[in-house]
């Protein structure tokens, strides 16, 4: 069935009007062929199906937001909500006002100020935190050779400046232990891991198996499942995530690289990349084609 349904999804959407810009605040970013696109399933039985462009590899960017995450869970547990939230912000990614009025506890994890909070937790925790980082994510996917692309990681540091006052508001409130260039040098990282559509849905696994990977081991719990699928599910889209839970019914996570994952918990993980994104940072496309997904399956959350 998938594959009838992706191949008629992979033609409507090749004829949608080329809407959206490519990410270019990250200069390197902007050197990507915008009208790349590709789809890609697994299901949870095993099956897979794919078209388009979707071996190849692109910057994952916020994507990785919903990993380290889940990492910081594993590791700290329910103790990590007592230094981020889990509202939806109803603002954009990258925002600063709401950090000051509500003292430096960002809404949630995926906004970028939640984001850095998480990266500070891990660099407390981890021994070598980018590579561990990079090796929690090899061992979820089972794939060895994804890793940072440093041209990507290098060009978000030299203009990054919106994500530096970010980490340094948040320590004035006392929320980030670490040294602040640190925390940015990982966050930067994280969110310059390169991986293709294919590999997504494979990393993305475990939060569709009840916290197993696709080779059994166990990453997350099944109530802390339960939690970062809900949170991928209002918080995961940002100021758009009530659009992309009416139109796609789905939990997932996007990124400004242009991929979006998204999954039906015991059924399937689904990627998505096309780079151009509407004005809340999301993939138009990427969008559209999964909102048909779900229309013409009849398989969401709701
Ligand atoms: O911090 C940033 O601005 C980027 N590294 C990540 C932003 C992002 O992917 C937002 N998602 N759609």
Not at 87 to 101: A, D, I, R
Request: glycine share 8%; hydrophobic share 40%; aromatic share 12%.
């Amino acid at each position: 069935m998938f594959d009838k349904v992706l191949q008629d999804i992979y033609t409507e959407s090749k004829l949608q009007p080329k809407i959206g810009e490519i990410a270019n605040y990250i200069p390197e970013l902007a050197n990507v062929n915008p009208d790349k696109f590709g789809i890609y399933l697994t299901s949870i039985s095993g099956e897979e199906f794919g078209i388009g462009d979707v071996h190849e590899r692109f910057s994952i960017q916020s994507v990785s937001k919903a990993l380290s995450v889940a990492l910081a869970y594993s590791l700290l547990g329910e103790k990590i909500w007592e230094r981020v939230g889990v509202e939806p912000s109803g603002n954009p990614f990258n925002s600063l006002v709401q950090l000051e009025y509500e003292k430096g506890i960002p809404r949630n994890p995926f906004i970028n100020a939640g984001a850095l909070v998480i990266a500070d937790m891990l660099i407390t925790e981890l021994k070598n935190p980018k590579e561990d980082f990079l090796g929690f994510i090899r061992n979820c996917s089972g794939i060895a050779d994804i890793n940072f692309d440093y041209k990507v990681a290098q060009s978000e540091k030299d203009t990054g400046f919106r994500n530096a006052a970010l980490a340094n508001f948040l320590k004035s409130f006392g929320n980030i232990n670490n040294d602040v260039d640190e925390v940015l040098d990982f966050y930067f990282h994280q969110c310059s891991i390169a991986m293709s559509c294919s590999e997504l849905t494979k990393t993305f696994f475990f939060f569709a198996n009840q916290g197993l990977t696709s080779s059994g081991e166990l990453i997350l719990n099944q109530s802390q499942v339960k939690r970062m699928n809900a949170l991928m599910q209002t918080c995961g889209f940002y100021d758009e995530s009530g659009e992309f839970t009416y139109r796609v019914g789905l939990p997932g996570k996007s990124g400004v690289g242009g991929g979006i994952v998204a999954l039906l918990p015991k059924q399937f993980i689904v990627s998505t990349w096309s780079p151009r994104l509407n004005s809340n940072g999301n993939s138009e496309l990427g969008m559209y084609a999964l909102e048909q997904l779900t229309t013409k399956t009849g398989m969401s959350i709701f």
